[in-house]
């Protein structure tokens, strides 16, 4: 009996350190486990998350006085235009002005006739009511208030000349904000969304305004308002 009681205490300390053993590398296993990535930024959120609240774009006519211009163009040589304006003291008059003429603008050479359609103003955040949102000659706009922020949205046409034969998709078009008036100084940034091949700012001393390379080409920054006007060399979209 005595022997049998020795025998049954060994299997059972036997068994005590299987078991310990084994908690023991199974907790040393599990600090060693894969761990699921965290998701990146442009990871898609789980249903009902809160999408984080997207930074203003800092720059000219967002978070400083200037002009921010976005020009985006289209097959036949218009452009959808976004202009956000941001003044250093408020006024109630903005004063309007289309790009010049094509003529005598290097790149171009040829006659043409800057024209907006549709224009739709808000002026610190109100909607400005306009009797007639074509635009064919410089102008004077009242606003309903005097206001520091000013976003315009307009089609500009007429201010583009297409390459010959009429299947190229190459153009040369001059922009420039139609807000320039408001402020002589104002530093402006001109974006144009696709297809800019150049720039040249003839107001400019050194009138190749051009940075990068393509197919990331952008435009220098900052440029004065009065001096703001841009000829861009283009392939239009198909």
């Known amino acids: 009996m005595e022997e049998t009681g020795r025998t049954g205490v060994r299997i059972l300390a036997a068994v005590a350190l299987v078991l310990g053993y084994s908690a023991t590398v199974a907790c040393s296993h599990a600090g060693t486990l894969p761990v699921a990535p965290s998701p990146g930024l442009n990871s898609s959120r789980p249903s009902g998350s809160t999408p984080t609240a997207r930074p203003t774009t800092p720059g000219p006519g967002e978070t400083v006085p200037g002009i921010q211009l976005i020009a985006v163009p289209h097959r036949d040589g218009s452009f959808d235009m976004t202009e956000n304006v941001m003044l250093p003291t408020a006024t109630d008059i903005l004063p309007l002005q289309l790009p010049s003429p094509g003529d005598h603008l290097p790149g171009m050479m040829a006659r043409t006739t800057p024209r907006v359609t549709n224009l739709?103003?808000?002026a610190d955040d109100q909607t400005v009511p306009i009797a007639d949102t074509t635009v064919t000659a410089a102008d004077d706009l009242p606003l309903t208030v005097s206001a520091t922020r000013i976003r315009l949205t307009y089609t500009l046409s007429g201010s583009a000349v297409l390459a010959s034969p009429s299947t190229s998709t190459r153009a040369g078009a001059a922009i420039r904000p139609l807000t320039t008036g408001a402020?002589?100084?104002l530093p402006t940034d001109v974006t144009v969304t696709s297809?800019?091949?150049?720039?040249?700012?003839?107001?400019?001393?050194?009138?190749?305004?051009?940075?990068?390379?393509?197919?990331?080409?952008?435009?220098?920054a900052g440029i004065p308002a009065s001096k703001a006007l841009v000829v861009l060399q283009l392939d239009l979209p198909r």
Request: aromatic share 0%; with cysteine.
């Open 183 to 185: 402020g002589a100084t």
């Open 195 to 220: 297809g800019l091949l150049n720039a040249i700012c003839p107001l400019l001393p050194e009138t190749r305004c051009a940075v990068g390379d393509p197919p990331i080409l952008g435009i220098q």
């Open 120 to 122: 739709k103003v808000v």
